[in-house]
């Protein structure tokens, strides 16, 4: 997520507790400031790793985010296939859920290609908090410094950074963008868990975040 989350209201921070869930150490709680982003990464300075040609592969949804609005994947590729599949597929999860947010839509396709089971509760409750909070979002979100552990054929994790200092909030219905300063860190560890369906998409079942973490500082 970006900076744009982490100035959602607090009347929304028990959605984002909830939405927040997964794998870090098995925990079912985000650890750090309620208020983070999902979404909520790039080889480089490239294009998400999602929009490649594999994109067609299995049906995979084609998401185009606006023009104001930037996912950055630093080096996002490891050059072992099976873990690089596996990024690419987190990536396309983490531009699918900034594609519903961005839209309004807790219905968009992108969320039930990329989540499941509890992962995809928690995708679908962190939209409405957006639309409960009449935000959207613009800027640029880095995701960055991932690490892929595989646990057999069908499942993996991935820890992985964000920095949201270059995202904002913005009112749906006027479209104002707030600057303003904020007290909370704009860095996001995350860390998620992946499942391998039968199409051979790798599905976030399960994710948690902790705002503030050393280290993704930086």
């Not at 690419?88 to 396709?109: E, F, K, M, V, Y």
């Not at 199409?199 to 973490?213: F, H, P």
């Amino acid at each position: 997520m970006t900076r744009r989350s982490r100035l959602l209201t607090t009347a929304t921070a028990g959605v984002a507790a909830a939405l927040l869930l997964a794998g870090c150490g098995g925990g079912d709680g985000d650890k750090s400031d309620s208020n983070g982003k999902i979404a909520g990464a790039d080889t480089g300075a490239s294009a998400s790793p999602s929009a490649s040609a594999s994109a067609a592969e299995s049906g995979r949804p084609k998401i185009t985010l606006p023009s104001d609005v930037t996912d950055k994947y630093e080096d996002w590729k490891t050059g072992d296939p099976t873990k690089d599949a596996v990024l690419a597929d987190t990536a396309g999860r983490i531009d699918a859920i900034n594609d519903a947010i961005l839209r309004g839509d807790t219905g968009a396709p992108g969320l039930s290609f990329y989540y499941k089971d509890k992962g995809l509760s928690q995708a679908i409750a962190w939209v409405q908090a957006y639309l409960d909070s009449n935000l959207s979002f613009t800027g640029t979100t880095r995701y960055y410094a991932p690490k892929v552990t595989l646990s057999g054929d069908a499942a993996a994790s991935v820890v992985y950074c964000s920095d949201e200092s270059k995202g904002f909030n913005k009112n749906r219905k006027t479209g104002k963008v707030d600057k303003s300063p904020s007290d909370q860190s704009p860095y996001v560890l995350y860390n998620t868990r992946l499942e391998k369906n039968k199409k051979g998409v790798w599905q976030t079942s399960n994710l948690i975040s902790k705002r503030g973490d050393k280290s993704c500082a930086g």
